[in-house]
C-alpha cells in the first residue's frame, strides 16, 4: 500500500506541476512578450528563469524514485533534501517567472513555497511516502488556488484582478 501512494503521490505531484506552469503562466508569457517594448526582458525570463524550474523538476524525480525505492521508514537526508528541494526550486522558478511575466510574485507561491519548507520539519515522524504526499498536496493547493484567484481571464487579460477590475469596471 504504501508503494501505490507513493505512486500516486508522484503522479499527482507530476500533473499538478503541470498545471502550476501551463495553466496560466506560460502562456500570459507568450501574450506578455509579443506585446512588449522590451521582448528581449522577457525572453531572458524564459531562457534563465526556466534553470530553477527545470531543475525543479530534475530533482523531484529524484524524490519520486527514492521514494519509490523507500516508501517506508525514514526520509533520510538526501531523500527529505529532494522532497523538499525538488518541488521548493519549481516553485521559485515559477513564481519569478510569474513575476517576470505579470509583474508580480503570486501569493499561492509564496504561501506555497512556506508549506513545502515546513516538511522539513515533519521529516523526522513522517515516512517517505507520506513526505511525498504532503508536498503533491501543496502543488495541488498552489495550482488551485492560483486559478480561483486570478479568474477564467487570468491569460487574456493581462495584469492582477484588482487592477483588471478597476480598468473594466467588473470582477
Given at each position: 500500500?504504501?508503494?501505490?501512494?507513493?505512486?500516486?503521490?508522484?503522479?499527482?505531484?507530476?500533473?499538478?506541476?503541470?498545471?502550476i506552469y501551463f495553466?496560466?503562466?506560460?502562456?500570459?508569457?507568450?501574450?506578455?512578450?509579443?506585446?512588449?517594448?522590451?521582448?528581449?526582458?522577457?525572453?531572458?525570463?524564459?531562457?534563465?528563469?526556466?534553470?530553477?524550474?527545470?531543475?525543479?523538476?530534475?530533482?523531484?524525480?529524484?524524490?519520486?524514485?527514492?521514494?519509490?525505492?523507500?516508501?517506508?521508514?525514514?526520509?533520510?537526508?538526501?531523500?527529505?533534501?529532494?522532497?523538499?528541494?525538488?518541488?521548493?526550486?519549481?516553485?521559485?522558478?515559477?513564481?519569478?517567472?510569474?513575476?517576470?511575466?505579470?509583474?508580480?510574485f503570486p501569493l499561492?507561491?509564496?504561501?506555497?513555497?512556506?508549506?513545502?519548507?515546513?516538511?522539513?520539519?515533519?521529516?523526522?515522524?513522517?515516512?517517505?511516502?507520506?513526505?511525498?504526499?504532503?508536498?503533491?498536496?501543496?502543488?495541488?493547493?498552489?495550482?488551485?488556488?492560483?486559478?480561483?484567484?486570478?479568474?477564467?481571464?487570468?491569460?487574456?487579460?493581462?495584469?492582477?484582478?484588482?487592477?483588471?477590475?478597476?480598468?473594466?469596471?467588473?470582477?
Open positions: 500500500m504504501p508503494n501505490s501512494l507513493a505512486f500516486a503521490s508522484a503522479l499527482a505531484g507530476t500533473a499538478a506541476m503541470w498545471w495553466n496560466i503562466g506560460q502562456e500570459r508569457g507568450v501574450i506578455v512578450m509579443k506585446g512588449s517594448e522590451d521582448p528581449g526582458r522577457i525572453a531572458r525570463a524564459y531562457t534563465y528563469l526556466h534553470l530553477p524550474i527545470v531543475a525543479g523538476i530534475i530533482v523531484t524525480a529524484v524524490a519520486d524514485e527514492f521514494v519509490l525505492a523507500h516508501a517506508t521508514g525514514h526520509a533520510d537526508a538526501k531523500t527529505l533534501a529532494a522532497l523538499v528541494g525538488g518541488p521548493f526550486l519549481y516553485v521559485l522558478g515559477c513564481g519569478l517567472f510569474k513575476k517576470a511575466t505579470a509583474g508580480w499561492s507561491h509564496v504561501v506555497g513555497l512556506a508549506l513545502i519548507a515546513a516538511t522539513v520539519f515533519a521529516g523526522a515522524a513522517a515516512p517517505p511516502w507520506l513526505l511525498s504526499l504532503l508536498t503533491a498536496l501543496v502543488l495541488i493547493v498552489i495550482a488551485a488556488w492560483e486559478r480561483l484567484s486570478l479568474g477564467a481571464d487570468a491569460v487574456t487579460k493581462i495584469g492582477h484582478p484588482r487592477h483588471r477590475a478597476k480598468t473594466t469596471g467588473s470582477e
